[in-house]
């Protein structure tokens, strides 16, 4: 079922951030960078959802393989009266040293456990690991 704008819309952002909470694209692998992920639902409707968001990271490994971090995903309940949420996922240690695209995944599950029908990703520009 299809949905108006004004009852029910959102953003999502997501960006790599080193440890000195500078947006980058080089990082190396032992320090403590993050993906830091914010996301906004507006509209009529946002009162009345209930149930959790899944947020994880996939990892696509230019020249092969994909994994995903963290796991299981972060979970956050949706907030009545507020559409704003944000999370930073920490990825210190988490990938060998390449080249990486990086999407955002966020997904939704309802109040009773099952797979629910909002959500959306991000795709955030190449990121190199370096050792």
């Known amino acids: 079922m299809k949905v108006p704008a004004e009852q029910l ?3 999502l952002h997501g960006q790599v951030v080193d ?11 032992d320090e403590g960078w993050t993906v830091d992920v914010s996301w906004e639902v507006t509209g009529e409707l946002v009162d009345w959802l209930a149930g959790c968001w899944q947020l994880e990271i996939i990892a696509d490994l230019m020249g092969g393989g994909e994994t995903r971090h963290p796991s299981p995903p972060v979970e956050l309940t949706f907030t009545p009266g507020s559409g704003r949420y944000t999370a930073s996922i ?4 988490q990938l060998a040293p390449g080249t990486y695209d990086l999407v955002v995944n966020l997904t939704t599950t309802t109040a009773a456990g099952t797979a629910g029908a ?3 990703f991000v795709v ?8």
Do not use: D, F, N
Not at 90 to 93: L, T
């Open 118 to 120: 909002l959500g959306g």
């Open 90 to 93: 920490p990825m210190r240690g």
């Open 124 to 131: 955030i520009s190449k990121v190199t690991v370096k050792e």
């Open 19 to 29: 440890p000195g909470a500078q947006p980058t694209h080089v990082v190396h692998r």
């Open 9 to 11: 819309a959102g953003m």
